[in-house]
């Protein structure tokens, strides 16, 4: 069946996952719905502790099973620990089919590669997959299907029961025997638990994973003792030089700092661009120099942003710092300053996933973004954004919050060089659709601007004012004059997982990678 | 042409490709490998065709591991490796077989 932005959904995948369809962002607007519960095994005995000794003992009490749910958060990025750890505890125990539920996977999970092969993950839902395990499922090594969801998806698939946690692995930067945890103030800070938040709340058993124990009550806890059943220590959850790597260095790229130019002149150009709008922007190197742009800006006509969100890094923090910024509200943290700002600076707050942005909550965060700067793998003539699939039709990056923060901004923009080496960053259609072009406001590129053409307020406001507009057929035009016209990715048959939207329909699938063959 | 001995050109750089010329046994032997392959193999193919027939070489093994290099390099690569192959480093035929 296809869906709204023209991709054809196999009956059979629908059929597999009981899924509909994506039918457009908004059409589940007001929709009703019952909540999930969890098991809860109470705690009245008042001479206990939640203390376990090993990985072992701990799965062992929660009665892992084959078959079960697991979760974890992906708040240590490329120092994380934890995952692998209990993995192979799973994996030594022989358990097999386990559905890893994780906010993200990524390379530093490479090690447990295996596990596809041998059975024991037969199931995994991730904000993406880079690394090896990216790699596997795209090879078709995965038993069962990918599920690839935003981080608002993620959320809403946990609270809706759509995914139901049998056991969630909590690393935790510090803890108290009786389960009040804690990002900061430990060995391996990563700043804000904000993915493990759903977890805590919704899985039946709840295992939190330290290396610094402090003593009882742990205070202020960003989760707390009544959702945690047991607490493990062990000697390393994560390895703080790998945990902060993801923002970049200030960038000389001119090519960059040219994007970064005109995303800044354009946001300017904008109504929105006014005392107390609200901005969240990525850590890529012209993501931040447009970032520094806009501060000159905001210092030189005395502007101020409300609030900023998202995953924080240094350049936000500074901003805050100086009084640019009132309050930044915060789910990852991308280097060690954001880490200790929102530590030590009370207008730095901590927020769940779900407050930032599950579409299937009272009103998350994105929803009040004036502006969101985004990248993409690939952006169409049709405004669709992929930012999951990598060019030659490999798994290789995730959704993170691209499509929550682009259906809540008023003027989303994506900045994106109009061709990476020999591939062209806007083509005709992109290989997998994860954004979907409605949600798409502005692509930013070395050559030019291109305003979606249903926006004919941002067309007017944005007129006459010497930036470098262009329709995105003409930056197709000019980039495939330059690489020439690329040819479709040859996929196999075999679906290999599926790009969720954010309200939890199919926005495309992802098939099995074969072998390139020339046509003669 | 004839190839008269094995040369290379071109680096692994992004955006660059190595070109690997041998003698061949009667014909064209071309394999690539290509970071693109799935988007521009089918060009690259042709691109090559193209300037090995310019160059008059039609005796060749011709392996190419590309990077993501536009046609102009590609082509520019191929051209080096053959003329290095047969030792003319001046009086290139420029405007004639290089074109």
């Keep these: 069946m296809i869906n709204a932005v023209g991709r054809d959904i196999p009956e059979e995948i629908l059929k597999a996952t009981g899924k509909e369809v994506f039918q457009g962002t ?19 005995n008042s001479n206990g502790t939640k203390l376990v000794d090993s990985i072992h003992d701990v799965l062992v009490k929660c009665g892992i099973k084959d078959g079960m749910t697991l979760s974890f958060h992906h708040h240590f990025r490329n120092g994380d620990k934890v995952l692998n750890m209990v993995m192979e505890e799973v994996h030594n125990m022989g358990i097999k089919n386990i559905t890893i539920c994780a906010s ?35 090879e078709g090594r995965l038993q069962g299907l990918a599920i690839m969801r935003s981080h608002g ?65 742990n205070l202020p806890a960003q989760i707390t003792q009544t959702y945690v059943d047991y607490v493990v220590k062990v000697d390393e959850i994560g390895d703080p030089t790998k945990i902060a790597t993801g923002a970049a260095k200030p960038t000389t790229d001119q090519r960059k700092l040219l994007m ?64 640019l910024i009132k309050t930044l509200v ?54 669709n954004c992929n930012v999951v699939v990598g060019s030659d039709g490999v798994i290789t990056g995730a959704q993170g919050g691209h499509p929550d923060t682009a259906a809540g901004a008023k003027c989303t923009i994506v900045i994106a060089p109009i061709m ?39 067309i007017e406001a944005t007129k006459d004012k010497g ?51 020339f046509n003669n | 042409m004839e190839i008269k001995k094995p040369a290379v050109a071109g680096t692994m750089e992004s955006s660059d490709c190595q070109v690997t010329v041998e003698p061949g046994e009667g014909k064209i032997d071309f394999t690539l490998d290509s970071a693109v392959a799935h988007q521009f193999g089918n060009q690259i193919k042709k691109v090559t065709l193209e300037t090995l027939a310019n160059l008059g070489v039609d005796n060749v093994k011709i392996s190419i591991v590309d990077k993501g290099a536009l046609d102009c390099t590609i082509k520019a690569r191929i051209e080096g490796a053959v003329f290095r192959s047969v030792d003319q480093y001046k009086d290139l035929p420029w405007g004639g077989a290089i074109k």
């Design chain 1, 104 to 138: 993200s996977l990524g390379s530093q999970n490479d090690p447990i590669v295996y596990m596809l092969d041998d059975g024991t993950i037969t199931e995994i839902q991730s904000s993406g997959v880079r690394g090896q395990i990216g790699k596997a499922i795209s």
């Design chain 1, 330 to 383: 915060d789910t990852q943290d991308f280097d060690q300053d954001a880490i200790k700002s929102v530590a030590t600076n009370p207008n730095h707050h901590y927020i769940t996933a779900s407050e930032y942005a599950d579409p299937f909550n009272k009103g998350a965060y994105v929803n009040k973004l004036d502006f969101v700067i985004l990248a993409a793998l690939e952006v169409d003539t049709h405004f």
């Design chain 1, 420 to 458: 990476q080496g020999r591939i062209p960053t806007i083509c005709t259609d992109c290989t997998t659709v994860t954004t979907p072009g409605e949600d798409v406001d502005v692509v930013v590129t070395d050559y030019g601007i291109a305003i979606n053409p249903k926006r004919t307020d941002l």
């Design chain 1, 260 to 323: 970064a130019k005109y995303c800044t002149d354009f946001v300017v150009a904008t109504p929105y661009f006014k005392e107390g709008f609200s901005y969240q922007t990525g850590v890529g190197g012209a993501s931040i120099a447009s970032t520094k742009f806009l501060a000159e800006i905001m210092r030189e006509k005395n502007i101020h942003m409300s609030f900023g969100v998202g995953g924080i890094a240094k350049p936000m923090c500074d901003l805050l710092e100086e009084g």
């Design chain 1, 26 to 44: 908004h059409h589940f607007d007001g929709f009703e719905y019952q909540t999930a519960s969890h098991k809860v095994k109470c705690v009245i």
């Design chain 1, 467 to 517: 930036l470098p507009l262009k329709t995105i057929e003409e930056l197709r035009d000019i980039a495939y004059s330059i690489t020439g016209e690329p040819e479709k990715v040859q996929f196999g048959d075999r679906v290999v997982g599926i790009i969720e939207g954010r309200d939890g329909t199919i926005m495309d699938v992802v098939r099995q990678i074969k072998k390139f063959e």
């Design chain 1, 153 to 217: 998806a993620r959320s809403r698939a946990i609270e809706s029961g759509e995914t139901h946690i049998d056991i969630a692995f909590i690393g935790a930067p510090t803890a108290d025997e009786y389960g009040n945890l804690n990002a900061n103030g430990g060995k391996a800070d990563c700043g804000v638990l904000s993915y493990s938040a759903a977890d805590a709340m919704y899985a039946d058993r709840v295992v939190a994973i330290t290396d610094t124990l402090v003593p009882f009550p």
